[in-house]
């Protein structure tokens, strides 16, 4: 199938059409328009430094559902101690650098670059994107950011600078998820950290129907935060 160029104006070709390993698009910019139309049909930037900015839809995509996330008993005993304190939208710009400053097994360099950390930046002021973090004694130790739609939640990355401080923050995001009626975290690509908390692949078809159904929810516009959870 061909990979299509992107006009000026915000518009997108059906995702379906996408190449087998998931490129659909190229060119385009990152304004929060065309990012917000982007995630609305299923479609998210993924690119590398001075390249142009390419659009996926990959096939099978990874969900991970709220209900669904998986805690292991090592990882619950740690959720259960006072040893993290997890916050969200309290430090955005922090946790975007750290993923971006993660080394990753695989990749030469960072896919999270400087237009990129501005442009989810914007998103987040605008209330659409969002951060977790997980604090040791006053440090940022670990986290994750994504962006928001009706009842969707699509993950971009997460760090973790001590054990199981990234899961924490997806555990405790999915649970806050769960008690705001969000009906799934869209993981994007497999990775078996994920996989081994619950992700599954599903088809693309079945991953945009799900899709349709969870935008049919409002907005929950931020800035976050949690609703008086506990760890367990």
């Given at each position: 199938?061909?990979?299509?160029?992107?006009?000026?104006?915000?518009?997108?070709?059906?995702?379906?059409?996408?190449?087998?390993?998931?490129?659909?698009?190229v060119g385009g910019g990152l304004e929060p328009e065309r990012l917000l139309l982007a995630y609305g049909q299923g479609i998210f930037p993924w690119?590398?430094?001075?390249?142009?900015?390419?659009?996926?839809?990959?096939?099978?995509?990874?969900?991970?559902?709220?209900?669904q996330v998986h805690v292991s008993k090592s990882l619950e005993r740690v959720l259960a101690k006072p040893k993290y304190q997890v916050t969200l939208?309290?430090?955005?710009?922090?946790?975007?650098?750290?993923?971006?400053?993660?080394?990753?097994?695989?990749?030469?360099?960072?896919?999270?670059?400087?237009?990129?950390?501005?442009?989810?930046?914007?998103?987040?002021?605008?209330?659409?994107?969002?951060?977790?973090?997980?604090?040791?004694?006053?440090?940022?130790?670990?986290?994750?950011?994504?962006?928001?739609?009706?009842?969707?939640?699509?993950?971009?990355?997460?760090?973790?600078?001590?054990?199981?401080?990234?899961?924490?923050?997806?555990?405790?995001?999915?649970?806050?998820?769960?008690?705001?009626?969000?009906?799934?975290?869209?993981?994007?690509?497999?990775?078996?950290?994920?996989?081994?908390?619950?992700?599954?692949?599903v088809p693309r078809e079945t991953f945009l129907e799900q899709l349709e159904h969870a935008l049919q929810s409002p907005h929950r516009l931020g800035?976050?935060?949690?609703?008086?959870?506990?760890?367990?």
């Amino acid at each position: 199938m061909p990979i299509y160029r992107l006009p000026k104006s915000f518009l997108f070709p059906d995702p379906r059409e996408a190449e087998p390993e998931g490129i659909l698009a190229v060119g385009g910019g990152l304004e929060p328009e065309r990012l917000l139309l982007a995630y609305g049909q299923g479609i998210f930037p993924w690119y590398a430094e001075n390249n142009p900015i390419l659009w996926w839809s990959p096939d099978p995509r990874l969900v991970l559902y709220p209900d669904q996330v998986h805690v292991s008993k090592s990882l619950e005993r740690v959720l259960a101690k006072p040893k993290y304190q997890v916050t969200l939208d309290q430090a955005f710009g922090e946790v975007i650098a750290a993923c971006a400053q993660t080394k990753r097994e695989g990749q030469d360099g960072t896919w999270i670059l400087e237009d990129m950390q501005a442009a989810y930046t914007k998103l987040h002021h605008l209330g659409y994107a969002h951060s977790v973090e997980t604090w040791e004694e006053g440090r940022l130790v670990g986290g994750l950011y994504g962006v928001s739609l009706g009842a969707a939640f699509f993950g971009e990355s997460m760090f973790s600078h001590r054990p199981d401080a990234s899961k924490a923050a997806l555990v405790r995001l999915c649970r806050q998820l769960e008690l705001w009626g969000f009906e799934l975290v869209d993981c994007q690509v497999p990775t078996s950290h994920l996989k081994s908390m619950g992700a599954q692949e599903v088809p693309r078809e079945t991953f945009l129907e799900q899709l349709e159904h969870a935008l049919q929810s409002p907005h929950r516009l931020g800035p976050w935060s949690f609703d008086g959870l506990q760890y367990t």
